[in-house]
C-alpha cells in the first residue's frame, strides 16, 4: 500500500442519502445488485464488510466463510466497499471466498440503501464506513440482523442461519 492509499483512506467519504436501517420483520431491501427476494434462490445472509484490510472485516468474512461451508443450502452474500481489485487481493490474502458470493460496492450504493452510513478510505475503503449484517428469508422478508454497534463486533452468523431456517 503505497502512503497516498494510506492517507486517502482517512478522508472522510462523500455524502450518500442513506436509507433507514430495515426493521426484523419488514421486506429487505431490493436492488439490481441484490434482489430480493429472488425465487430461485434460497434465505441470504448478507454481511456489509468494513474496509479490506480491517482486521475486524477479516475476522467477520472467516466466520461468514464457515458458516457458508457448513451451511450450502443458504446464500452467503459478502458485500465490500473497496474497489474490485483491492478486494480481489484481500480475498486472496484470507484464503478466497468459497461459498460466498462477492459483491463490490465501490459507490456504497447497496451500504447506503440498507441503512449503513459512516462510521469511523485503507489501500481503497473507508475507515468510516459502519458494518452490518442481516438475513433474509426466501420470501424478502429480513429475520435477523442491523448495524455493527461497534467495529469489533463479529455478528454470530449461526443465529442468522436459525433465523431463516424457522
Do not use: Y
Not at 52 to 58: K, L, Q, S, T, Y
Not at 73 to 90: G, L, P
Not at 114 to 125: A, D, F, I
Amino acid at each position: 500500500m503505497t502512503f497516498q492509499q494510506e492517507a486517502a483512506s482517512w478522508i472522510f467519504p462523500s455524502r450518500l442519502s442513506t436509507s433507514p436501517i430495515p426493521s426484523i420483520a419488514v421486506n429487505a431491501p431490493s436492488t439490481s445488485k441484490l434482489p430480493l427476494p429472488n425465487p430461485n434462490v434460497n434465505p441470504t445472509i448478507i454481511t456489509f464488510l468494513r474496509h479490506c484490510g480491517c482486521p475486524f472485516a477479516e475476522k467477520t468474512f472467516l466466520s461468514f466463510r464457515a458458516a457458508a461451508s457448513a451451511h450450502p443450502s443458504i446464500n452467503f452474500v459478502a458485500v465490500s466497499h473497496s474497489d474490485q481489485s483491492a478486494t480481489n487481493r484481500w480475498l486472496e490474502a484470507v484464503g478466497g471466498a468459497d461459498h460466498v458470493r462477492i459483491i463490490v460496492d465501490s459507490e456504497r450504493e447497496l451500504f447506503a440503501r440498507w441503512g449503513l452510513g459512516w462510521n469511523r478510505p485503507t489501500e481503497s475503503g473507508s475507515r468510516w464506513q459502519t458494518s452490518g449484517s442481516f438475513a433474509v428469508n426466501r420470501n424478502g422478508v429480513l429475520r435477523w440482523g442491523g448495524a455493527a454497534e461497534r467495529a469489533d463486533l463479529i455478528p454470530d452468523f449461526e443465529e442468522a442461519v436459525k433465523a431463516v431456517e424457522e
